[in-house]
T-cell receptor, first 112, second 113 residues
Framework: SQELEQSPQSLIVQEGKNLTINCTSS?????LYWYKQKYGEGLIFLMM?????EEKSHEKITAKLDEKKQQSSLHITASQPSHAGIYLC????????????FGQGTRLTINP | DGGITQSPKYLFRKEGQNVTLSCEQN?????MYWYRQDPGQGLRLIYY???????QKGDIAEGYSVSREKKESFPLTVTSAQKNPTAFYLC????????????FGQGTRLTVV
C-alpha cells in the first residue's frame, strides 16, 4: 500500500518566519491534497495538486508537486499565529481508486 | 447550508459494548469514508464506500462495521472486537472521480472505559 511520509513531524517557528513541510510518497501520486486540522476538529482543505511540477498558492501558503509526482512541499511565508495546527498530506494511492490515504501529519506551533 | 455532520462530538462507552457513530452529508456526494486518528498520528482509513449498498475495507477495518443504505448516511459501528477503540473518528465525503477534494466532519471523540 502507498505510504506517505511527512517531515518534520513537529515544527516550532517564530512568528514572521518562513517554513516548509514535506510529504514524500513511496509511489507515484495521482492526486495530492493538503489539509489543515485544528486540534480535536475536522480537516480543512487547503490545496490539491495533480500534475508534475504543479504549484498552487493561497494567501501565504504555496504547495508544489515535483516532476516525478512523488514529493510535495508546503511552504508558508511570514508565518502567523493563525497558521498553527496540524498539516496533513493525503493522496489517491491508485488512479481512480477514490481511496484517500494520509501522512502522519506535521504539528506546527507559531511562537510570538 | 451543505455539509457533513458527525454526531455526537463526544461519546463514552463501557468496554464490551458496541457503539454506532453517525455521519450524514447533504452534499450529494457518492463517496464516503471513515478514518481513525490517534494522538500524534495521521489518519488511518477504516472503511470507505463509493456508492450506495457497497463499501470496502480500509487499512484497519478489524473490529468495525459499516452500512451504506442511503447516499446521505454512512454509520460506523465500533464493536467489542475492536481492541483499542478509544480514538478520534473522522468521517469524510467526496464526489466520485479523480481530483475531487474530500470534505470532513468535525469528528467524534470516543472514549471507552
Amino acid at each position: 500500500s502507498q505510504e506517505l511520509e511527512q517531515s518534520p513531524q513537529s515544527l516550532i517557528v517564530q512568528e514572521g518566519k518562513n517554513l516548509t513541510i514535506n510529504c514524500t510518497s513511496s509511489k507515484t501520486l495521482y492526486g495530492l491534497y493538503w489539509y489543515k486540522q485544528k486540534y480535536g476538529e475536522g480537516l480543512i482543505f487547503l490545496m490539491m495538486l495533480q500534475k508534475g511540477g504543479e504549484e498552487k498558492s493561497h494567501e501565504k501558503i504555496t504547495a508544489k508537486l515535483d516532476e516525478k509526482k512523488q514529493q510535495s512541499s508546503l511552504h508558508i511565508t511570514a508565518s502567523q499565529p493563525s497558521h498553527a495546527g496540524i498539516y496533513l498530506c493525503g493522496a489517491d494511492p491508485t488512479q481512480g481508486a477514490q481511496k484517500l490515504v494520509f501522512g502522519q501529519g506535521t504539528r506546527l506551533t507559531i511562537n510570538p | 447550508d451543505g455539509g457533513i455532520t458527525q454526531s455526537p462530538k463526544y461519546l463514552f462507552r463501557k468496554e464490551g459494548q458496541n457503539v454506532t457513530l453517525s455521519c450524514e452529508q447533504n452534499l450529494n456526494h457518492d463517496a464516503m469514508y471513515w478514518y481513525r486518528q490517534d494522538p500524534g498520528q495521521g489518519l488511518r482509513l477504516i472503511y470507505y464506500s463509493q456508492i450506495v449498498n457497497d463499501f470496502q475495507k480500509g487499512d484497519i477495518a478489524e473490529g468495525y462495521s459499516v452500512s451504506r443504505e442511503k447516499k446521505e448516511s454512512f454509520p460506523l459501528t465500533v464493536t467489542s472486537a475492536q481492541k483499542n477503540p478509544t480514538a478520534f473518528y473522522l468521517c469524510a465525503s467526496s464526489l466520485q472521480g479523480l481530483g475531487t477534494e474530500a470534505f470532513f466532519g468535525q469528528g467524534t471523540r470516543l472514549t471507552v472505559v
